[in-house]
């Protein structure tokens, strides 16, 4: 057998390496040579030091447990392997590499915090520079920093910036959970006199957060934790560590702020340095990310600079995203640049931002504002603000005197650094644009967490999350980023088992239990995250690990909304018998859901009090039954994956007990709900509520639904993803695709004609009159995508199967789409589907990876089983009338 295994890697993030904990998981792709492993050897080096072979008889290359003694602080590891396929052997794999992170148990460096000026308010508070110096009097051969803040850091050695990673060390609830870096600083390193330096500023740890922009309620005092490793050609280590001796001093930084911005005067003054405070924080252990970092990912020059007045340009970058800009020209000494930045211009050109405005909870406004400012020194400085983030396309930039040269403003686009594995094209240029739409939304909420939006908010609702996790599993490779956010959805729970909105939760809800957001925490599709997205990559990617390690929190969530079924009813079930009916106890209704959200054209709308009112007194239980029955179902499959063979026969009894309540409460024998909403008819059937014997008169009503509102969708925010594929998989594909190429709002194509490049919060979120609405870059609507994928393409894992192990492709064509391609990198290694409609023939090609079957399912319903390899085949192309109703 000739061929190798590649892709090798472990269960772990890092920067310009990967970092591990003692014993990180091994994963590998089998070669294209073989068709399937029966067995595989291990091989691996620590710091040099051959480890004993390991040979396994096992098909499993996936999340495969550590099989050596675990690892210590700062090992440096090689690994390699190869398989077999029967009696036949694998070349050995290129040999991959690791490093252990600083554990615990082995950091010696203080806690180090500056001595801050008289508070000037949050938000407005800037960055402190924290140094110290250092003698190196032999040769360094290598020189690894771990570092680590409660704040956003960057460390310097000798004026050279540590590793590639932003906004470190991240997002997370900093109460249980914080996360270092390891960087390789070897080449900063010099003999003789050395300086090590870190920028510190507040961060997600106590900057503002929310819609609202209330301060971080994580802590009130920032602090930095480092230590420089240091290995001769001797033998030796010297280790410097953050400790008593450092200084501190107000940097150039005067304000600094994830929201608000950052604003830098390069002309400042020094300011004398003074002795760091040691040890005035609590933190909790350092760990080290599963997740990829945030870095910035690519560089954008301005479609258009345009003068729109007196000093003032704007810039149009031609794309929404999440980033900053960078500014080379900065005009002679003195001179002040401020730079406001956002999702729209008027019809004036210039920007603005009124429709990010919010009304706090007194009543009283609160204007938008995303604003960096830099005084020039005139020395040919750059100004590049990275201690605070936006979400734009356009950048204001004012200017006393002057001009600004076109080529000395870039947009740096910044993220966690994702792995693409999903792609997308066919043979409908509005199509293919819908697609980069939801993919740069995804973008601008991938930063350190899945947010909702890049501006207003920036919080990583649970709700959002949930509803494009699919998505995101088949665009990105999302498995650590997602169980880095995972980590603080448990984190942040409610002592009662409520899920907390958002996470990580700087509101600190749980220990807030009073305040206005405690009282609308607990919302059905909100916190069912908890349950719907260990399952998601448990399915796409086969890690049992995921399932196990959320275990307790699905269970106490799901005990939570059980418990909240049985003991609150809605106001209307009260007036209809004040004692309950014995099913009531499997109805939801009586605790806050925030509901579908977003449905189009609410009259009133959610803006005006009275339909503020009517939402608040809704009956929302058709939408929290719903969820409590998948949840409980799901909650019964992981007890069975995980072997808890009790719960899993208890809580699929709970599963059908509630179903049956749900049937008798809200759906009537001709297959009629009592909300009778397309969102009703979608959630019902794609949950499986709903009696074989019903579900062609529930489709049926749904359709009818859609063609009264002339052919729109009527769905919001928790079942839009789920619309088009269940008309589509109930026989009618030809209704699907109406809604999907809907030029007139509420729509998806509506969205892109009037100019959007990211997926919108609203319907409307430019209206007819060309004004904006809410936010302009919100992913959850883009789970359309999904169905490009599934349906248009046809690629989609089979029901039965974890990790792909066994997929379907299964196009639905359209007269409008000829052609459709794509691949997707599964954990068994690359599909590729092609497939195109010329001359009267169908012709399709599918790739499946060693380790994975598919079955082709031709439009005319003809199908095929195929074994790994490249497939193809050719039929008469499909009448358009198989499109059905």
Known sequence: MSGAPDRLRIDS???QFTVSGPSPRLAWRLPRTVTGQSAYELEATVDGTPLARVTRTSPEHLFIAWPWAPLRSCQRVTWRVRVRDGEVSSDWSEPSGFEVGLRTENWTARWISPIEDVDVGYGNRPAYALSTRFEVTSEVTSARLYATALGVYEAFVNGRRAGTAELTPGSTSYDHTLYAQAMDVTNAVRRGDNRLEVLLSDGWYRGKTGGFRMPSGWGTTTAARLELHLWSRDGSRQVVRSDGSWTS?????ARADLMDGQAVDFGSPSVAEQAVLVDQVVAPDIDWSPAPPVRRIEARPPVTLRQVDA???????????????????LGP???????????????????TTAHLDSILPDGGPLRFVQRDEVVSAGDGEVFEPRHTIHGFQYARLRRDGGTIDPVSVTMHVVHSDLARTGTFECGNADLNRLHEMAVWSFRGNAVDVPTDCPTRERLGWTGDYQVFAPAAARLYDVHGFSRKWLRSVRDDQLADGRIANFS?????????????????????????????????????????????????AMVRWVEWALDAARTHR?????????????REQFIWDGTYHWGEWCEPRIDPPLSDPAGREAWLKADKGEVGTPYLYRSSATLARIAGILGRSEEAVHYAMV??????????????GSGRTTGDTQAGYVRALAFGLVPQELREAVVQRLVELIRAAGNHLGTGFLSTGELLPVLADHGYAKVAYGVLFQRTPPSWLAMLDRGATTIWEDWDGIDDDGNPHESLNHYSKGAVVHFLHTHVLGLRQADTSTAWESFVVAPLPHPDIPWARGTYESPQGTIEVQWQIEGGSFQIAVDVPPGSTAEVVFPGGEKATLPPGQFTANRPAPDDNLLST
């Not at 001093?249 to 930084?253: T, V």
């Not at 908890?530 to 399932?547: F, K, Q």
């Not at 599963?655 to 009537?668: G, H, S």
């Open 311 to 329: 000093g003032t340009w704007v810039a149009d970058f031609g794309q929404n995203a999440s980033g900053w800009i960078s500014l080379a020209d």
């Open 333 to 351: 000494s003195g001179t002040r640049t401020v730079i406001d930045y956002g999702e729209f211009v008027g019809p004036d050109s210039d920007l």
């Open 570 to 582: 809605h106001p209307s079930r009260i007036e209809r018998s004040a004692q309950p009916l014995p």
């Open 655 to 668: 599963a059908d007990q509630v179903r049956a309540a749900w049937r008798r409460e809200f759906l009537d």
């Open 504 to 552: 990580p939760d700087g509101r600190r809800t749980k220990l807030n239990l009073g305040d206005r957001l405690a009282k609308s925490t607990g919302s059905a599709g909100w916190g069912d995250a908890i349950v719907s997205v260990p399952m998601e990559l448990y399915e796409a990617y086969g890690d049992r690990e995921v399932l196990a390690e959320n275990w307790d």
């Open 13 to 15: 993030g890092g920067d």
């Open 249 to 253: 001093s107000r940097s150039k930084i």
